[in-house]
């Protein structure tokens, strides 16, 4: 008996100093990735680790600086700011993955989704308004039994488009207006998408902000880029952009000219990502950015995505200037040089070249929409 | 003797592995007499030889205009991975990073290419990151010994180049380093295989010399100025599809087919090739020769 628990106890001890030393450890690599960081130019480079998810969750979760993580591995890429405050999202993903979006995020942080930003009218990004914005909480709410303005939506019902009416024990969801446009419908008519799907709170103007953890959050408005109810989302303090399809990594930008986008929209908001990045040292480094599928950049991948589109679009504007036909022009090969990162089936480089030329030869004409 | 003998082959056994790992801390000195035109003063533009790239990369090397080199965020590029240790020099300073308590190696840094994409060469173990992790000018390296060369893997490099006329690669290429030291001679394998622009893996070799008077001095910042003032917002200066830099393929007497580049350009049989196409080159000009002169033929943008 007494050798049964001597056993014992050496197991227990054994398992203590093994816990120990294995927090010793980790706690000395983190100490010297650090030293080395600080030797290196090109560290820090947060996104080198993963960080662990519950097993069998599929998706991926990366720092990319500061406050501010992605959620990658799903249709799209989900960003997440956590705080003192609560949880801020850019994007909601589809609905089949909020599920393991929440366990990703509760990996990072115990605290509710206050926010949510959709980037896109596309339902890779909007698609987890309700799951995620239900298992959030209005900021703008005061919880029950508190007074005060909006405690319940029958104490305090607002009007027109106010979030507590909406959804008062869900998370608020920003969006363009023009992105409620497209999935909601006139009184009588059928919508894209159900009511629950919406935003809660739109805006119209070029840039919207908020405070959020301690954090300045710019809200900006690209016109006529991807389509027409485009945000991009910059994390001052975390010197953090998320761009939507503005940038997608993994295929030519999409830009759909039935849903109000436009090459030249492309264009001018890469320009504009340009212009808000700066590098740290030696174009290395500084300003992260997350697209909208794909992975997380810096200025010089913005400026190398945003060349490639200049010189494709200034090819088949040559080849129109010099008389020649659409046919003429894809012979010419005007995407050959990209087409091996870039072509995916659903949107070739034959199609990025067809809908440049309906766009610099018709500016109001319309292309087919990608799937 | 039988009591013995097992400790001897224990011994043995991990003795090699100490014998073959060398120490490569130190600052080293680089031998650039090896391809110094392509290196020092860098490959005349349209000069693709020796290189097995393919349709691809050699549209966007002819694309390639110097100019772009003025815009603000190209001004301060650092030499990326691909190309660093074959550009000019570079001098570097290799350190080792130990682990403090267990004494064990954890990585490599080397400093000192052009620009400061300092390296980190993870020799304990780790994983290589996310594809969705971020892609840097140094990329992420990792190290292993294989007898007597440290063989490093490079992952998550930026689209780049790999000759500073524009000839590209992509971020989807991988590098693989064999570093092998003799004596206080330090000799580099490279490849670099790129799914994108090459036809075959890029091999490439380099060499320093151990220099105890050299120090690797700190990174200095490029300053990024405005050179031009007239230059629209999203300026991308490039030449257009169809562009024939012949300039160098004259300059050396050679077919301009020849300076094109792509894998068949690398074999011993390629020079029956050469001569080949000189011949056809010749009997052009023959028939040319009988035609009213035209004007020379120059890049237009």
Redesign the interface.
């Known amino acids: 008996m007494i050798r049964r628990r001597a056993a014992a106890l050496a197991c227990v001890g054994l398992s203590l100093v093994a816990l120990v030393l294995a927090g010793?450890?980790h706690a000395?690599?983190s100490a010297?990735d650090l030293?080395?960081q600080s030797?290196?130019?090109?560290?820090p480079?947060?996104?080198?680790?993963?960080i662990a998810l519950p097993p069998g969750n599929p998706l991926?979760l990366?720092r990319v600086d500061g406050n501010v993580f992605?959620i990658?591995?799903g249709p799209s890429?989900i960003t997440v700011q956590i705080g003192e405050e609560g949880v801020l999202l850019v994007d909601a993903g589809t609905a089949e993955m909020s599920d393991r979006v929440l366990e990703a995020i509760h990996v990072l942080s115990e605290r509710p989704i206050n926010y949510i930003i959709d980037t896109a009218p596309d339902k890779d990004h909007y698609g987890g308004n309700e799951k995620l914005g239900v298992a959030g909480v209005n900021p703008t709410v005061a919880p029950r039994g508190l007074t005060g303005p909006g405690s319940t939506a029958t104490e305090n019902p607002g009007g027109g488009n106010n979030p507590q009416l909406l959804r008062p024990q869900g998370a608020i969801v920003f969006a363009h207006e023009n992105l409620l446009h497209r999935l909601s419908a006139p009184t009588g008519e059928t919508p894209l998408e159900p009511f629950a799907l919406w935003p809660t709170s739109t805006f119209f103007t070029r840039t919207k902000t908020i405070s959020f953890n301690d954090e300045a959050i710019e809200m900006l408005h690209p016109a006529a880029a991807h389509t027409d109810g485009d945000v991009m989302v910059f994390f001052r303090k975390s010197d953090v952009i998320a761009t939507g399809d503005i940038i997608n990594t993994l295929r030519y930008p999409f830009f759909d000219r039935t849903r109000g986008g436009s090459i030249q929209g492309i264009?001018?908001a890469?320009?504009d990502v340009?212009d808000i990045t700066v590098?740290r040292?030696?174009?290395?480094?500084g300003t992260?950015v997350v697209p909208g599928h794909?992975?997380?950049?810096?200025?010089?991948?913005v400026?190398?995505y945003?060349?490639m589109m200049?010189?494709i679009r200034?090819?088949v504007k040559?080849g129109i200037e010099e008389g020649k036909t659409l046919t003429q022009i894809k012979a010419?090969?005007?995407t050959?040089?990209?087409?091996?990162?870039y072509s995916v089936p659903s949107w070739t480089g034959e199609m990025v070249i067809e809908a440049i030329y309906e766009e610099l030869r018709q500016p109001a004409s319309r292309t087919p929409t990608a799937p | 003797m039988k009591r013995v003998l097992p400790f001897i082959a224990v011994s043995v056994l991990l003795a090699s592995p100490a014998s073959a790992q060398m120490d490569l801390s130190g600052e080293w000195v680089a031998h650039t007499d090896e391809d110094q035109p392509h290196r020092v003063p860098g490959a005349e533009l349209g000069d693709y030889t020796g290189l097995p790239i393919n349709a691809a990369a050699r549209q966007k090397a002819d694309s390639w205009d110097a100019s772009i080199l003025s815009q603000p965020e190209q001004q301060a590029k650092p030499h990326p991975a691909q190309y660093f240790m074959r550009g000019p020099r570079p001098d570097v300073r290799w350190t080792k990073i130990v682990d403090p308590v267990s004494g064990r190696l954890i990585a490599y840094t080397m400093v000192g290419t052009f620009g400061r994409a300092d390296r980190t060469i993870w020799m304990d173990g780790r994983p290589h990151p996310s594809a969705f992790a971020e892609h840097t000018y140094a990329g992420f390296s990792t190290g292993e010994w294989v007898d007597n060369a440290l063989k490093v893997t490079t992952t998550h490099m930026k689209t780049a180049f790999i000759q500073r006329n524009g000839v590209p690669s992509s971020y989807r290429a991988v590098m693989t380093e064999f570093f092998v030291r003799h004596g206080n001679n330090l000799l580099m394998l490279s490849v670099v295989d790129d799914p994108i622009y090459l036809e075959e893996p890029l091999v490439r070799t380099q060499n320093w010399v151990l220099a105890e008077n050299q120090h690797v001095g700190p990174a200095i910042p490029f300053e990024i100025v405005d050179e031009l003032a007239d230059r629209p917002r999203g300026w991308v200066p490039h030449w257009p599809i169809g562009t024939r830099h012949t300039e160098f393929a004259e300059r050396f007497g050679l077919p301009f087919e020849a300076t094109r580049g792509g894998k068949e350009s690398l074999y011993p049989e390629y020079m029956k090739k050469i001569e080949q196409l000189k011949r056809d080159v010749s009997a052009i000009a023959g028939a040319k020769a009988e035609q009213p002169p035209s004007p020379p033929t120059e890049p237009t943008r």
Not at chain 1, 281 to 285: D, K, P, S
Not at chain 1, 294 to 301: P, S, Y
Request: glycine residues 4%.
């Open positions: 010793r450890v000395q690599q010297t030293m080395i030797r290196s130019q090109e560290q480079q947060p996104s080198a680790r993963r991926e990366l992605m990658a591995g890429n264009l001018d890469l320009n340009i590098p040292f030696n174009q290395m480094a992260h794909g992975r997380i950049l810096n200025e010089a991948d400026v190398e945003r060349d200049t010189i200034d090819r040559l010419m090969r005007p050959l040089d990209y087409d091996g990162l």
